[in-house]
């Protein structure tokens, strides 16, 4: 099968698309053809050897990748061959660097939902662990139905599944979109969307941060505040932090496959540098897909 390596910490260079023998069928664990893989700012992290502190016995070469999106090999586990599925694969807690960037991959059941009918293999890889982070950040945040909780980078892939579900959890959304996108994330169900760069308020209940500002002054004394990366804040004021670690969770990755969610450009896997190198970049609307 084809997979995608990262040779050696380093840019977009040291990936190297290659062959590796398919895995065999072993028990425990379903056996996925992938259909479509994304690159998420994570990846990027990986590749550079960012978290390599929270990878002591990773060896290299290894393969990133985190959401799955394809059809199950075998009958297995409760799944049944040609069922198309997908899942987040928790890439740092399973510590082997077998990520999801390649052709065929072994998950566990527990990290995979049944994919419904009607959504092209593009935009499912795009649900799994942006959705998930979303919906576990939120629910740190304990946000009582009515409060205003602030979202920035709502024009993002965490961001935007954000927006969504704390509406639907009957949340004042206020949401910090990217200039032009305003429009878009109004229609994700924000109350009130500032454009990046224009003032924030001052007196909000809980602010869930996907754009990493690291930024506190918004939320009122008493209030809330989640971040998507490590380390925890700590603040002068009374204000609870801390960091949402997204894990898989297949019943509520079922509730979150309806979500609105941007595919910004589907390339086939051996472009996965160029992949890389525009994410890095940032100004994109949804999330680059790798096609196998
Ligand atoms: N802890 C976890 O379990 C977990 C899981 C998934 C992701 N993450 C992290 O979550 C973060 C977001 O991931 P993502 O996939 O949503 O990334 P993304 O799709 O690139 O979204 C980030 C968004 O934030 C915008 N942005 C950047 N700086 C901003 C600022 N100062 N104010 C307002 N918006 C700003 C970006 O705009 P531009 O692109 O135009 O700059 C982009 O639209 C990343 O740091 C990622 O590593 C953590």
Redesign the pocket.
């Known amino acids: 099968m084809r997979v995608i390596e990262v040779t050696q910490y380093g840019g977009p260079e040291v990936l190297r698309l290659t062959e590796r023998p398919e895995p065999e069928a072993v028990a425990g664990r379903v056996r996925v053809r992938m259909h479509a893989g994304t690159v ?3 990846d990027l ?1 990986l590749r550079q050897g960012v978290l390599a502190a929270l990878t002591p016995d990773l060896l290299i070469p290894f393969t990133v990748g985190w959401e799955i999106a394809g059809t199950v090999l075998d009958d297995a586990e409760g799944f049944t061959a040609g069922q198309r599925v997908i899942g987040l694969y928790p890439w740092l807690a399973e510590g082997t660097g077998e990520g999801t960037n390649a052709e065929v991959v072994l998950a566990a059941p527990g990290w995979l939902t049944p994919l419904p009918d009607g959504i092209d293999w593009a935009t499912a890889a795009t649900i799994p ?2 959705s998930l ?1 979303a919906r ?1 950040g939120l629910d740190l945040l304990t946000a009582q139905p009515g409060g205003t909780v602030l979202i ?9 599944f954000a927006v969504q579900i704390a509406a639907r959890d009957g949340l004042n959304v206020i949401a ?1 979109a ?1 200039a032009g996108d305003e429009d878009y994330v109004a229609g994700l169900g924000a109350k009130q969307v500032i454009t ?2 224009e003032p924030l308020p001052t007196d909000v209940d809980a602010m869930f941060d ?4 690291r930024d506190l002054s918004p939320i009122r004394t008493g209030g809330r505040y989640v971040g ?2 490590a380390p925890a804040l700590t603040s002068e004021r009374d204000i609870d932090t801390t ?4 894990a898989p969770d297949s019943a509520q990755l079922a509730e979150l496959t309806s979500l609105r969610t941007r595919v910004a450009d589907v390339l086939p896997i051996e472009r996965v540098a160029e992949a890389h190198t525009r ?1 890095a970049a ?3 609307r949804g ?1 680059i897909v790798l096609a196998f």
């Open positions: 998420n700012p994570t992290d662990m942006n982070t576990q920035t980078g709502a024009s993002g892939g965490v961001g935007g910090v990217s990046r760069g996907p754009a990493v500002t998507v990366r960091v949402v670690f997204s994410t940032g100004g994109l999330k």
